[in-house]
């Protein structure tokens, strides 16, 4: 019997199949990126323009900037299989001692900065050493420490607003970079950096798949791998020449990038990270095999403690002052973030990237309904009905696959 299957219709059908199989097996990845594209579209549509405005895009990267920088470090954290529930308290906190040395004890900015962060680490390995050492549930620890921070707040600010901070310590949060070429209605520096930015992360991006190539690694299709990094490399051009027709990069994008390319490089590249991974995934398997978990857990705890209070630091420039209840709620909207962004709730899964743009996810949810007048009850809802169907959706994948 003849086969009278073509070799081309072959080579054609294979990709198509691989593809789909690949979509499938990624969809947690490419699901996040699709609804922030589309909350977007959405929102900026519902918005009549408004939404992608440059003064909203700015006000959009100033307002989630604290979110974003306490996303990443509660990452690490339940990645590694625990959870913080005192980021929110410890942010106000730190937010609150850098008004009291500042305003009140008028000690340099700079000198109280360091110091703020400095506490942030130490209250982090506080945390973290009863839950790796002594093994006390990370839930009972943290949410111990964030009643402990929020009575200290309260103690430390005597139940007052403390401020205003000096000129120069709000520059953290609400400064830009200057345009050095000095042209005028568009900041060509700011337009350089994103420009530069972009394409930074195209050639780690293509550089990615060439080792993943030479090491036999499953590649991703080269459509998908095209349309993808052409899209991110678009939207950073465009979006900042949105904002460089504005006034620019805010200070605190700059730290936000660096983070995110510090702690990617992190996961992605060194031992420590991937070892945080594997006790996240199986920890009586890591330790097995020689990973000291206790003290990868301890670090992440260590290191979200140092996050936290950078976060506190940038609220406090933003808001030009310290108030007691200052970080209430936050951990909610930081810890929804990182369940959106794609991490497990069993932990080992979960990118940088993903925490990000789920932290922008939540970030534009709440810019945009705020724009079309939707009461603070209703938003708290959406939010709920956001994350649990995200939550709902990483079970379902795991009983698919």
């Given at each position: 019997m003849t086969d009278t299957t073509s070799p081309a219709a072959t080579h054609t059908a294979a990709p198509t199949k691989g593809s789909w199989s690949f979509l499938r097996g990624h969809l947690r990845q490419y699901g996040i990126l699709f609804a922030l594209v589309a909350i977007m579209a959405f929102f900026q549509v519902a918005t009549g323009g408004i939404l992608l405005k440059p003064v909203n895009l700015t006000n959009l990267v100033l307002q989630n900037s604290y979110i974003v920088i306490m996303a990443i470090?509660?990452?690490?954290?339940?990645?590694?299989?625990h959870i913080d529930l005192s980021v929110g308290s410890v942010m106000g906190f730190v937010g609150a001692l850098a008004a009291v040395m500042i305003v009140n004890w008028h000690v340099p900015y700079l000198i109280a900065a360091?110091?703020?962060?400095?506490?942030?680490?130490?209250?982090?390995?506080?945390?973290?050493?009863?839950?790796?050492?002594?093994?006390?549930?990370?839930?009972?620890?943290?949410?111990a420490g964030m009643l402990v921070f929020k009575g200290l707040t309260l103690w430390l600010l005597a139940g007052q607003s403390v401020g205003p901070f000096p000129r120069q310590f709000q520059l953290i949060s609400s400064g830009f970079i200057p345009d050095i070429f000095g042209a005028e209605g568009l900041n060509l520096f700011s337009l350089l950096i994103g420009v530069v930015v972009a394409?930074?992360?195209?050639?780690?991006?293509?550089?990615?798949?060439?080792?993943?190539?030479?090491?036999?690694?499953?590649?991703?299709?080269?459509?998908?791998?095209?349309v993808r990094n052409?899209?991110?490399?678009?939207?950073?051009?465009?979006?900042?020449?949105?904002?460089?027709?504005f006034r620019g990069l805010p200070n605190v994008f700059i730290v936000m990038a660096l983070l995110i390319a510090i702690y990617g490089f992190v996961t992605n590249r060194t031992t420590i990270g991937r070892r945080i991974y594997a006790i996240g995934g199986n920890e009586k398997a890591a330790m097995l095999s020689g990973i000291n978990a206790k003290r990868l857990v301890f670090l992440t705890f260590a290191n979200m403690g140092m996050l936290s209070a950078l976060a506190g630091l940038v609220f406090?420039?933003?808001?030009?002052?310290?108030?007691?209840?200052?970080?209430i709620g936050f951990e909610l909207d930081v810890i929804a973030a990182v369940f959106i962004g794609g991490a497990s709730m069993s932990g080992g899964v979960g990118t940088v990237v993903g925490a990000v743009v789920g932290a922008f996810i939540m970030g534009v949810m709440n810019n945009g309904m705020s724009i079309l007048g939707i009461g603070i009850d209703w938003q708290q809802v959406i939010k709920g009905l956001v994350l649990l169907a995200a939550v709902i959706f990483d079970v379902m994948n795991k009983k698919k696959g």
């Open positions: 470090g509660m990452l690490l954290v339940i990645v590694s299989g360091i110091a703020c962060l400095g506490v942030g680490v130490l209250i982090g390995m506080a945390q973290g050493f009863w839950v790796a050492y002594f093994r006390i549930p990370s839930f009972i620890v943290t949410l394409l930074g992360l195209l050639a780690m991006a293509v550089r990615t798949r060439h080792h993943q190539h030479k090491a036999g690694i499953e590649e991703e299709p080269f459509a998908f791998f095209a052409l899209l991110v490399v678009a939207a950073l051009v465009y979006l900042s020449w949105l904002m460089a027709g406090a420039a933003r808001l030009n002052t310290a108030t007691p209840k200052a970080g």
